[in-house]
């Protein structure tokens, strides 16, 4: 699930900076809206910040700042360890800043954080760039008891089970056949939920 054609790439570009928020450790969102043109923060733009509360205190909840609006993932802690530690420390390291929705499959799943936008050398023709990743974790599809259902994140990755790095999706229908013994015998492991923002999901799905 983790390539694209570029041709097909340059026709969803969905620009998102991310911002961690959990409600037990009190951190506070900027809502600074991302550059719709690069995916970049407006420098000119003020600072606020934005309550968000998780279903449960125990869970990180992380905002993603599209164009399109924001979208707030709760993430399960308990059920997702490997997925969850992994995919915050992309966050806190900034991986995702600038990256783009690059796979949009609209009765499918938007798929995102593996492609910065980029731009050729005269600066007109968008050429998204693969981005430098840690090391492939754990598919936990089978342990975590989640299911591939409409508004969960889970982690995409190619034929390998146990390739996933830092592109994730979200699930904008039911695909129970993602599930491990489904269309995957291992399985694409959920690790969260969006818990507001699935009209920007529903947005950036009909691009």
Not at 134 to 157: D, F, Q, V
């Amino acid at each position: 699930m983790n390539t694209l054609p570029f041709n097909i790439l340059a026709k969803t570009i969905m620009g998102f900076l991310f911002t961690l928020c959990a409600a037990s450790l009190a951190f506070s969102c900027p809502t600074t809206e991302p550059n719709a043109a690069r995916g970049e923060q407006n420098s000119e733009s003020k600072h606020e910040t934005a309550a968000v509360k998780a279903e449960s205190s125990s869970n990180p909840v992380v905002e993603i700042l599209t164009a399109m609006g924001s979208i707030h993932v709760e993430l399960n802690m308990e059920k997702a360890p490997i997925s969850v530690a992994n995919f915050l420390a992309y966050v806190k390291d900034k991986h995702y800043d600038g990256t783009i929705f690059h796979r949009v499959i609209e009765d499918f799943m938007i798929q995102g954080g593996g492609f910065a936008k980029g731009y050729s050398g005269d600066g007109k023709a968008l050429v998204p760039a693969q981005k430098k990743t840690k090391p492939p974790i754990k598919n936990e599809a089978k342990t975590s008891g989640l299911s591939n259902l409409r508004g969960t994140i889970a982690m995409a990755r190619t034929n390998a089970p146990d390739s996933a790095t830092a592109q994730f999706f979200i699930n904008v229908v039911d695909n129970k056949n993602l599930n491990a013994g489904g269309f995957s015998p291992e399985g694409y492991a959920v690790f969260g939920k969006v818990v507001s923002g699935m009209d920007t999901v529903d947005k950036i799905r009909a691009v």
